[in-house]
């Protein structure tokens, strides 16, 4: 739960600062649009990964004579850890747009740690 309202938390931050980035008359109203679809459209891949803990849970509550499967739930909070750095780095970009010094290693920090993520997501097994 706590990933979930971190992931919030940074969606909304990231829509101030990309707004606040525009302060030299960028902003154009389908640009806005256009990312607030975007943060609809991971808002539903969110929800849907949510099925996954719901799986667990349904496993979890069962009797364990009946269905003796252990499942941990991994698909969700893999895809809200993704997003969150995701939304890191864009947060990073909006502060270089608004004159914020960021420092470069930062950007390669948060650019390896969606690697990572994503690796961690393709393994099999």
Not at 109 to 122: E, M, N, P, Q
């Amino acid at each position: 739960m706590g990933l979930a309202v971190g992931r919030v938390f940074l969606m909304v931050l990231d829509y101030i600062t990309g707004t606040a980035a525009c302060k030299g008359g960028e902003w154009s109203s389908s640009h806005e649009r256009d990312g607030i679809w975007h943060k609809c459209g991971m808002i539903v891949v969110v929800v849907s990964a949510a099925a996954d803990l719901l799986i667990e849970i349904v496993l979890l509550n069962l009797p364990a004579l009946a269905l003796p499967i252990q499942y941990p739930g991994l698909v969700c909070p893999v895809v809200l850890v993704w997003y969150i750095v995701t939304e890191l780095g864009s947060i990073t970009e909006n502060a270089a747009a608004m004159g914020t010094p960021v420092p470069k290693w930062l950007a390669k920090l948060l650019a390896a740690s969606k690697d990572i993520v994503d690796s961690a997501g393709d393994k099999d097994g």
